[in-house]
């Protein structure tokens, strides 16, 4: 059975940063593109960035670029998102996602597997 | 990037009837690609239907899906208490793969 736990969520200041991780089990880790999607009650669901199987491919969401940081540990089956310079606008549930499709670029795909999802809250 | 518009809003039906779903595309979605999620209260989004008809292995054929271009449909064909959640299609023909703002199904 997939699973994918996420941890690091936090309140913290507008301009702090915040590195969120997620670990899976169930899967062949390291054959699948893995993805960050939040989620907002005013704005729903957002992809916000998505890393190939081996790294070498990396995607961001316009709202994520230059700010936010996707990486993988294949070894530790291990997904992160680096978030500096926090906004209110970044406040939002994360998702850890699986890509449905092996070996799939992570520029497209659907997702097939999902956490649980950890909080982020950006305020003063 | 291609905006996905859901309707209706929410959709409220008894037991036994048929829910359909609507999502349209602001452009043409390369190759079907559109999913669906449900997601329930408290729970992560779970797939539904890939490839705008492919049905997801854990859902039973009362839901299916369909639909070309820029309309998509997914058709819950008798509605059961379970059933009850909201329902988000995606595309992930054009990067970045967007969302939908949701339908929220209701039981009577």
């Known amino acids: 059975e997939v699973q994918l736990v996420e941890s690091g969520g936090a309140l913290v200041q507008p301009g702090r940063s915040l590195r969120l991780s997620c670990t899976a089990s169930?899967?062949?880790?390291?054959?699948?593109?893995m993805h960050w999607v939040r989620q907002t009650p005013g704005k729903g669901l957002e992809w916000v960035a998505g890393i190939g199987w081996n790294g070498d491919s990396i995607y961001y969401a316009d709202s994520a670029k230059g700010r936010f940081t996707i990486s993988r540990d294949n070894m530790k089956k291990s997904l992160f998102v680096e978030m500096k310079s926090l906004r209110p606008e970044d406040t939002a549930l994360y998702f850890c996602?699986?890509?449905?499709?092996?070996?799939?670029?992570?520029?497209?795909?659907?997702?097939?597997?999902w956490g649980q999802g950890t909080l982020v809250t950006v305020s003063s | 990037e291609i905006v996905l518009t859901q309707s209706p809003g929410t959709l409220s039906l008894s037991p036994g009837e048929r829910a359909t779903l609507s999502c349209r595309a602001s452009q043409s979605v390369s190759s079907n690609y559109i999913a669906w999620y449900q997601q329930k209260p408290g729970q992560a989004p779970r797939l539904v239907v890939y490839g705008a008809s492919s049905g997801a292995a854990v859902f039973p054929d009362r839901f299916s899906g369909s639909g070309s271009g820029t309309d998509f449909t997914l058709t819950i064909s008798r509605l059961e208490p379970e059933d009850s959640a909201v329902y988000y299609c995606q595309q992930y023909g054009s990067p970045p793969r967007t969302f939908g703002q949701g339908t929220k199904v209701e039981i009577k």
């Open positions: 996602a699986k890509d449905a499709l092996r070996w799939n670029t992570p520029e497209n795909g659907y997702l097939d597997s």
């Open positions: 169930g899967f062949t880790f390291d054959d699948y593109a």
